[in-house]
């Protein structure tokens, strides 16, 4: 079941417009992840019709196909973990909410910023690995171990920068709240 406005969603674009680097901030993430997801849609059409003529090229064909599997998931790893920041940003993600109606607004807010603040220390943790993945990728030339070799650099190199985005969207999710308190 999708929820409706969460308690730091119906303050965030108040707080952080009387705070100008977090409006600036939440602007440029918000401009990001609108690009990111045209260009993820596209990535997603495309991963479709690469499949798709897989699928076709083998049955009229019999010809086999070495590149299409992972140029797909190339495609679906990089829309994936580049619309993580995008997905955060909405709140679109799963979420127990067995407390939501249990608690008071204040609880919540206090509930959100401690999950934001774990999920940050999480997030940036796993963007960390990844970067160092993607470098010693890059740095070795490890390719996959198919005919057609694509180098790994590239899928390692799109969750690094996926998750990057992500903890900046969590980080912005958790200054909002902090920008509103030194106001007061």
Avoid at 36 to 48: G, M, P, S, T
Avoid at 147 to 160: E, F, K, N, V
């Amino acid at each position: 079941m999708m929820h409706g406005p969460l308690p730091d969603q119906t303050e965030r674009s108040n707080t952080a417009a009387g705070n100008t680097p977090v409006a600036v901030f939440e602007r440029a993430l918000a401009f990001c992840n609108n690009i990111i997801v045209v260009l993820a849609a596209v990535a997603l059409i495309a991963a479709c019709a690469i499949l798709s003529y897989s699928v076709l090229s083998r049955a009229l064909f019999h010809s086999a196909n070495y590149w299409q599997d992972e140029a797909a998931v190339f495609l679906l790893v990089g829309a994936t973990f580049m619309t993580s920041a995008y997905v955060q940003g909405q709140r679109g993600h799963i979420g127990i909410e067995a407390f939501v109606g249990l608690l008071s607004p204040t609880a919540n807010r206090i509930r959100l910023w401690l999950v934001d603040a774990a999920s940050f220390l999480f997030c940036a943790f796993f963007a960390w690995k990844s970067w160092t993945l993607a470098h010693e990728a890059f740095v070795d030339g490890q390719v996959s171990n198919s005919m057609w070799s694509p180098p790994l650099a590239i899928p390692y190199g799109l969750m690094a920068t996926g998750m990057t985005l992500l903890c900046a969207q969590i980080l912005l999710q958790i200054m909002i709240p902090l920008a509103g308190s030194a106001r007061r």
